[in-house]
């Protein structure tokens, strides 16, 4: 079986390879996928950049139409990061792949294994809650229209638009479905090229923490022996060395490839938030407005507390290498192990 269709790394891989930034897809097809998410998108863009230009004197609307403008604007700039960077993604990913060559059987496999699929877990309750309340989000329109017909209403069907647009030359009511269409297809759009990226960080942030874990538990474990002419304890310390750097310059390429993605989604959250609260404290009497606006609230906090507990975690991961050398067998080490662990310890 291929590495990466194992469980831990499905997420990860399906949703790459929607949004066009798998490493391993071929440029045809990377390249298809990229321009349709693009032309779905940038329609819609480019629909509320002319509504704006319509209602540049309506300060509601135009605090209607930041929030979603900001999570579309950030989807382009992360897709025009990830093509960049896209070599140092599939570098990532090979070492990732020959990082699991370290732990091949016992214990420490095991606990590769777990947290890869508390990696698993974790992108699948992510991309659960985003393209759930893309869901909420999207049929935002057919709620009303559905509300409308069961009330049985005399008043005429409503057709609203998920987002505030000015659709040019195109009649709004005339092509009203076709239109409300295209805008739920480009929620959905959106929502996958936020998450691709944030797949991999997850599955990378989980495999590195199970690269302590691992590291740790053979360290508390190795049985240290105070022979001179076969110092085995030694030896095994600048292994563990080995796999930590490794582990280190791992997290130096995520590093690398994530840092400008989490400085767009920090700057565009924080913006989207404030003013989607605005909304939410605006519409509290309008039922399905404040369940939009609440479904993009939800979706937007999620990505935030997700992304810094993981990065939390590994660091706390890697203090903990600290503390096993400290609950190791080091007593029984040879002076030249016992100065090598004082080393390491600092």
Not at 80 to 101: P, R, T, V
Not at 180 to 208: E, G, K, R
Not at 295 to 310: D, E
Request: glycine content about 4%; some cysteine.
């Amino acid at each position: 079986m291929d590495f990466w269709e194992k469980l831990y790394f499905k997420p990860m891989k399906i949703v790459s390879c929607w949004a066009g930034q798998w490493p391993y897809q071929s440029a045809v097809e990377r390249t298809v996928i990229r321009i349709l998410l693009v032309s779905a998108v940038g329609s819609q863009i480019i629909s509320q950049i002319a509504a704006v230009a319509e209602h540049s004197n309506d300060l509601d609307f135009f605090m209607e139409l930041v929030p979603p403008f900001v999570v579309e604007l950030t989807c382009f700039t992360k897709m025009i990061n990830c093509f960049f960077f896209l070599g140092k993604i599939k570098i990532l990913l090979e070492q990732l792949k020959e990082n699991w060559e370290f732990f091949p059987s016992g214990r420490e496999n095991e606990l590769l294994r777990e947290h890869s699929k508390f990696g698993f877990q974790i992108s699948m309750l992510f991309l659960g809650t985003l393209y759930g309340s893309g869901f909420i989000f999207a049929t935002q329109p057919f709620q009303t229209i559905i509300l409308h017909l069961v009330l049985n209403s005399s008043h005429s069907i409503p057709h609203p638009f998920l987002i505030p647009a000015n659709w040019g030359p195109i009649d709004p009511d005339k092509y009203y479905f076709p239109l409300i269409t295209l805008s739920a297809v480009s929620i959905y759009c959106v929502v996958t090229m936020l998450v691709a990226i944030d797949c991999v960080f997850y599955t990378c942030s989980s495999h590195v923490c199970g690269l302590f874990a691992a590291l740790g538990y053979s360290i508390e474990r190795f049985e240290f022996n105070d022979n001179y002419r076969k110092d085995d304890g030694f030896a095994f310390l600048r292994r563990c060395i080995q796999i930590h750097n490794r582990a280190l310059e791992f997290t130096s390429i995520m590093e690398d490839v994530l840092t400008f993605n989490f400085l767009l989604m920090l700057g565009g959250v924080t913006m989207a938030m404030s003013l989607t609260a605005v909304q939410m404290v605006i519409n509290f009497e309008a039922i399905v407005k404040l369940l939009k606006n609440l479904a993009f609230a939800i979706t937007q906090i999620t990505q935030l507390a997700i992304k810094c507990w993981m990065a939390q975690r590994m660091m706390d991961m890697s203090l903990n290498i600290k503390f096993s050398l400290i609950n190791s067998k080091w007593y029984l080490a040879t002076p030249r192990a016992q100065k090598l662990i004082g080393l390491m310890i600092m």
